[in-house]
């Protein structure tokens, strides 16, 4: 900056190799450089721009040059490092020279600012005359301070020295229009101080508040708009404002790049169908060059801001790439779970116990799930995945103990099966042959079934580790299970109990002691034979009435046998018509519980009925065999009726003896007659009444009468064949041959043709009574 016309533009050009416009001397002094103009120094590093203001003091602008003067000034003061002053050397030691307007202005620009930028000011004395610079410089120093003191500061600055502010440069140039190459030497030996600037110990190595580059554009918008509004410019705040928008920029360039990066893409694309093998290490790396980059192009920024837009940046990504962490976790625990049931179902099936199979399993497949998830954790994330582990832990807790629970049911129900078996069958065979011992028996079996059901079962579920009271709880399940079978079992067979009543009265009534079909000759007692198996079925019966699997005592035979088998006190009651209690009106038993109870006094009066009814035809049936046995056996006539035949036929009598020829034919006729009654079984016919015997013996005496001649026949022809073959025997073993003895064979033939002997009689009667 500096008045109108004095050569600015024309240093900045020897200077920094820019091209800036310049003024035409031949033409006249007027205004060359209008508004701020901007352009790259060449070849010096690092980058430097370089800004040529319009001059002050130009009579062009009139009234506004001061607005746009202190516009100007503001806005070099805002951006730049370095300020060059350009004066001329005869102004230096005058009051009013133009250059004290100038940096007047520039000071109480400088005041607007709430904290200095530490920016340094080059006073550039134009048209060195003779006098030294060392005499120059103290004057130009001693100026500076006085207006510096005189500038009105903030209560803020009272005391601030001008050092806080400005670091002061002063150098001289000759004059560029008569000492041209020497100026051009002491602008070259100027522009060596600008390489490296701003290294320690340059010419803006102490500058604070700095603008990186690429958000330069935007900081110098914002700071000309502040500055047309004729606000109050707050560098502070306007750095932090540039840093916020540059920093989110950025921010939001690398996000972008991010979600488009493709191994990032084949990651999320991966995790959604299985885990990813260095799921963590994959993504931190992605992560970590997202982030580098931010930080590469953001760390010049002001570092509040920075770091703010970066943690945002970061909470950003890890809020894209959490739902892929979770599949991933989600992965892991599911896949660990499958894995951790197949080993403990192995464990399980090669004979391990199970409390050890699930410590051990439950133990190496958490430690398994935390390698994975070491595997999958993302360094920038500080996410608390205990949750996961949590789950995955109440899964595999919920697994052990439906398979605890399946495995007890399972070897319950085995046991249980064991016993059902076990006891059914005996149960069933006990009580079928109730007797006064059957449920002492029950008994016994009971406890021994239940014992070795119980040493099975407490063997098998040692290695479950359960405590005490479990372990009391399912064994006296076992154990009420084993008496609920037999139970069961009497229930049901008290359901029949009536069929097995009359099956135990007909084996009883209808066979001996030896278990041999009775015959009923009329010799047996049917009274006290009925008497006994109806004893033996009521026996039956007092046994199926209770379950008696405790040790009391009860009077349940007594009771029945009183009331259903003493008929004699029956009937004496009710002869004397005396009213009595009746023991078997009652639903229930004494000392015996309706829960025990499996037939009720009611029931068994009705059932005693009800069997004495179906089993009374077969004692009647009896008895009418034993009486009609007993008319078949007695065929002889009565004393008087064998007197009078004595009497009577004694003439015929002794006509038999005179002639024997009458008792041959009348013994023939016997032996006739006893054939017929043995084929034609007429004692057995005339058993069931005399109109079925008599219609039964008309349809068979004809077919009799037939069957009886053959064979007559036939035997008649024996004895003659059997006589040849012997006496064929006979002669060819005394040497003779069978023709020889020809002659004999007519009376042989005679002989046998004759009449039949008494034995061969006797043969004859025997083989009829035989067919």
């Known amino acids: 900056m500096g008045p109108q016309s004095s050569g600015k533009s024309t240093l900045l050009n020897h200077l920094f190799g820019t091209n800036f416009r310049e003024m035409d001397a031949f033409k006249g002094r007027s205004q060359t450089t209008k508004g701020i103009w901007m352009a790259r120094c060449a070849g010096i590093e690092p980058c430097t721009l370089v800004m040529d203001l319009e001059g002050t003091d130009g009579r062009e602008r009139g009234e506004d040059d001061t607005a746009f003067e202190k516009q100007s000034a503001l806005f070099a003061l805002a951006v730049s490092d370095i300020v060059l002053i350009n004066m001329w050397c005869h102004d230096i030691g005058r009051e009013q020279a133009a250059n004290k307007p100038l940096l007047k202005t520039v000071f109480q620009v400088m005041m607007r600012l709430f904290s200095p930028r530490k920016t340094t000011l080059m006073f550039v004395i134009r048209d060195k005359t003779r006098t030294p610079l060392e005499n120059l410089e103290p004057v130009l120093r001693e100026d500076i301070q006085k207006i510096w ?251 052990i103990a439906s398979v605890h629970a399946a495995k007890l049911s399972e070897l319950t129900s085995s046991f249980e099966a064991k016993l059902n078996e076990a006891l059914s069958g005996p149960v069933e065979a006990l009580l079928d042959g109730a007797n006064s011992g059957t449920w002492a028996a029950i008994k016994k079996l009971l406890r021994h079934e239940t014992a070795l059901a119980v040493a099975g079962f407490s063997n098998a579920i040692s290695g479950f580790d359960m405590d005490g009271q479990s372990k009391d709880k399912l064994i006296a399940s076992l154990e009420n299970y084993a008496r609920g079978v037999v139970e069961a079992k009497a229930r049901e067979e008290s359901g029949r109990v009536l069929i097995r009543m009359k099956d135990r009265f007909s084996m009883l009534f209808s066979h001996d002691s030896e278990s041999m079909p009775r015959i009923w000759t009329g010799k047996e007692d049917i009274r006290a034979i009925t008497k006994t198996a109806r004893s033996a079925s009521l026996k039956l019966l007092s046994v199926m009435v209770a379950i008696r699997l405790d040790d009391d005592v009860d009077n349940i035979e007594t009771t029945l046998s009183s009331a259903l088998m003493d008929t004699k006190n029956n009937a004496a009651v009710k002869d004397r018509s005396i009213i009595t209690f009746d023991p078997l009106a009652s639903s229930s038993w004494e000392k015996i519980p309706s829960s025990r109870t499996l037939i009720t006094p009611v029931q068994c009066k009705s059932l005693w009925r009800q069997f004495r009814t179906e089993t009374e035809y077969t004692v009647t049936q009896a008895i009418s065999a034993q009486e009609a046995h007993k008319r078949n056996n007695n065929w002889l006539p009565p004393p008087w009726a064998i007197a009078a035949l004595v009497v009577l036929g004694f003439n015929e009598f002794m006509t038999l003896l005179r002639n024997p020829l009458y008792l041959g034919v009348i013994f023939v006729g016997f032996l006739l007659i006893k054939a017929l009654w043995v084929q034609l079984d007429i004692s057995g016919e005339f058993r069931n009444g005399a109109l079925p015997g008599l219609l039964s013996l008309s349809s068979k005496f004809l077919p009799t009468i037939m069957n009886l001649l053959k064979r007559l026949a036939e035997e008649g022809q024996k004895p003659a064949t059997a006589d040849s073959q012997r006496n064929a025997t006979k002669s060819y073993q005394n040497g003779s041959s069978p023709l020889s003895d020809s002659s004999s064979s007519p009376s042989s033939s005679s002989a046998s043709s004759g009449v039949i002997s008494p034995q061969n009689g006797t043969e004859y009667s025997n083989t009829l009574k035989d067919d």
């Open 149 to 399: 003191d005189s500038v009105p500061k903030p209560e803020a600055h009272k005391e601030t020295p001008l050092s806080d502010f400005f670091n002061v440069e002063v150098v001289a140039l000759s004059s560029y229009e008569e000492k041209e190459e020497q100026f051009k030497d002491q602008v070259a030996s100027l522009r060596q101080r600008f390489f490296h600037s701003i290294t320690p110990g340059g010419l803006a190595g102490d500058r604070r508040g700095v603008v990186p580059a690429s958000g330069f554009s935007f900081s110098a918008q914002e700071i000309w708009k502040v500055i047309k509004e004729n606000k109050d410019l707050d560098l502070p705040a306007h750095k932090v404002m540039v840093a916020t928008v540059r920093c989110e920029e950025i921010a939001n360039e690398k996000y972008g790049s991010f979600v488009a990066n493709e191994k990032w893409c084949q990651i999320e694309e991966a995790v959604e169908s299985g885990p990813v093998s260095g799921f963590g290490k994959k993504l931190s790396a992605i992560l970590n060059i997202s982030l580098s980059e931010y930080d590469a192009e953001a760390i010049y920024f002001d570092e509040g801001v920075r770091s703010a837009k970066r943690q945002q940046l970061e909470e950003k990504l890890l809020q894209l790439v959490q739902p892929a962490h979770q599949s991933m976790l989600s992965h892991i625990r599911s896949g660990t779970l499958e894995k951790f049931k197949e080993a403990f179902d192995k464990a399980l099936n090669a004979g391990d116990g199970f409390s050890l199979a699930a410590q051990t399993c439950t133990q190496s497949y958490m430690a398994h799930f935390d390698e994975w998830h070491a595997d999958a954790v993302i360094e920038q994330a500080n996410w608390d995945t205990s949750k996961a582990r949590d789950k995955l832990r109440r899964d595999i807790d919920a697994h």
